[in-house]
């Protein structure tokens, strides 16, 4: 089957980094989002990564191991603004395209 | 430069009535996908339109069922509605099929 794993929830302390982890068993790869949702809005885009390695923007970065089909999120200097479910997705290609989105990990941020 | 929109907000319906919810796509798109989305989870994969034409489909029944105008804008239909329908409905717009997606504020639906 597929499958995206997350952590449910996490919580840091303002001005902290924190890494958001991400598993995932699909049928094929062509390359994974994260997606950062506040309560009650859509999902806007972090990230993307399609190759090996760390991608840097800003605050935010995102790690792929494709062979360990792993991925990270990576949040530096943690602000309160932050506090809101991360979303890892995936884009299968098993006969067709596919996007599969795993439930989120809620991060709280304190002060 | 507008975003993604979704109309309605907010929708209430009866079980086995039908719905319409409708989108358009950001300027410059050319994909739109449908999520549904329950409270506390992700969003899962209903559809995505290219070209007009249905080009992938997730794990959801023939009762949903949708479109793609020339002006790239969508919709989505759902027949005979359940009382598990009641989701937040997100319509996702990207320039190709396998690139970031951006996101409308999504149409709540519940289910009475």
């Known amino acids: 089957g597929q499958n995206i794993d997350q952590p449910t929830e996490m919580t840091a302390t303002e001005g902290a980094i924190v890494q958001i982890n991400c598993t995932y068993q699909t049928s094929g790869f062509n390359g994974l989002f994260w997606y950062q949702q506040h309560a009650g809005e859509a999902p806007t885009f972090l990230s993307y990564?399609?190759?090996?390695g760390l991608e840097e923007k800003g605050r935010f970065s995102s790690f792929l191991s494709r062979s360990k089909g792993y991925s990270y999120l990576l949040l530096k200097e943690l602000q309160m603004k932050d506090s809101a479910s991360y979303l890892c997705?995936?884009?299968?290609?098993?006969?067709?395209?596919?996007?599969?989105f795993g439930t989120g990990t809620r991060l709280k941020v304190l002060a | 430069d507008a975003g993604v929109t979704q109309s309605p907000t907010h929708l209430i319906k009866t079980r086995g009535q039908q719905v319409t919810l409708r989108c358009s796509p950001k300027?410059?798109?050319?994909?739109v996908s449908w999520y549904q989305q329950a409270l506390g989870q992700g969003p899962q994969f209903i559809f995505q339109y290219y070209e007009e034409e249905e080009r992938q489909r997730g794990n959801f029944p023939d009762r949903f069922s949708g479109h793609q105008f020339p002006n790239y804008s969508s919709e989505l239909n759902v027949n005979a509605l359940l009382l598990g329908d009641s989701a937040l409905y997100l319509c996702a717009s990207s320039k190709g099929r396998n690139q970031p997606q951006h996101f409308g504020d999504g149409t709540r639906l519940s289910i009475l």
């Open positions: 997705a995936v884009i299968s290609t098993s006969g067709t395209y596919k996007y599969i």
């Open positions: 300027s410059g798109h050319d994909t």
């Open positions: 990564n399609v190759l090996d």
